[in-house]
T-cell receptor, first 112, second 111 residues
Framework: DAGVTQSPTHLIKTRGQQVTLRCSPKSGHDTVSWYQQALGQGPQFIFQYYEEEERQRGNFPDRFSGHQFPNYSSELNVNALWLGDSALYLC???????????FGPGTRLTVT | QKEVEQNSGPLSVPEGAIASLNCTYSDRGSQSFFWYRQYSGKSPELIMSIYSNGDKEDGRFTAQLNKASQYVSLLIRDSQPSDSATYLCAVDPLRGGKLIFGQGTTLQVKP
């Protein structure tokens, strides 16, 4: 039974560029949430997707956007990257909103 | 006041001892509570979920919830060096999937 997968594992981008991160949920899960984790901090909620719609959003600017596909996989897009966007980006999936969330391995984004 | 607070530690315990990790939260109406373990350089791994007041046991782990005191804790019995990690407390105030995390407590189990 495959768990949550994310790609790529690591990414280096330059300020001002755009990035797309990808996530495939655990088998049987239909809800995907994205989190940003800065070094030494707990993860911060970015947004949640269910039935291909953004259901909830955290305190992140519009530069952060996402999408969910019919197969429940999801993308996180970040435009106009700046140094402060350097972090570990985590995708978590669950069997519906409000249920236990299981995290993928994360994508380490470095903005230079 | 932070929404979810944890002592960052490090909490150091000898092998075989009980480790006690604590977490307080500010939203009195919060519904769901979770403990995650995160090894250095890895992603969080779900250990326990708890929704009702009282204790919930799973192997060497016991989660305790007291909604009146807005307090949730995790006890690890017979601590092992492999338990050395950062433990993250997460709260879902509306049971809708928006987890709010504390900054985590670093646990060191010394042989």
């Amino acid at each position: 039974d495959a768990g949550v997968t994310q790609s790529p594992t690591h990414l280096i981008k330059t300020r001002g560029q755009q990035v797309t991160l990808r996530c495939s949920p655990k088998s049987g899960h239909d809800t995907v949430s994205w989190y940003q984790q800065a070094l030494g901090q707990g993860p911060q909620f970015i947004f949640q997707y269910y039935e291909e719609e953004e259901r909830q959003r955290g305190n992140f600017p519009d530069r952060f956007s996402g999408h969910q596909f019919p197969n429940y996989s999801s993308e996180l897009n970040v435009n106009a990257l700046w140094l402060g966007d350097s972090a570990l980006y985590l995708c978590a999936s669950s069997a519906g909103e409000g249920y236990e969330q299981y995290f993928g391995p994360g994508t380490r984004l470095t903005v230079t | 006041q932070k929404e979810v607070e944890q002592n960052s530690g490090p909490l150091s315990v000898p092998e075989g001892a009980i480790a006690s990790l604590n977490c307080t939260y500010s939203d009195r109406g919060s519904q769901s509570f979770f403990w995650y373990r995160q090894y250095s350089g890895k992603s969080p791994e779900l250990i326990m979920s708890i929704y009702s007041n009282g204790d919930k046991e799973d192997g060497r782990f016991t989660a305790q919830l007291n909604k009146a005191s807005q307090y949730v804790s995790l006890l690890i019995r017979d601590s092992q060096p492999s338990d050395s990690a950062t433990y993250l407390c997460a709260v879902d105030p509306l049971r809708g999937g928006k987890l709010i995390f504390g900054q985590g407590t670093t646990l060191q189990v010394k042989p």
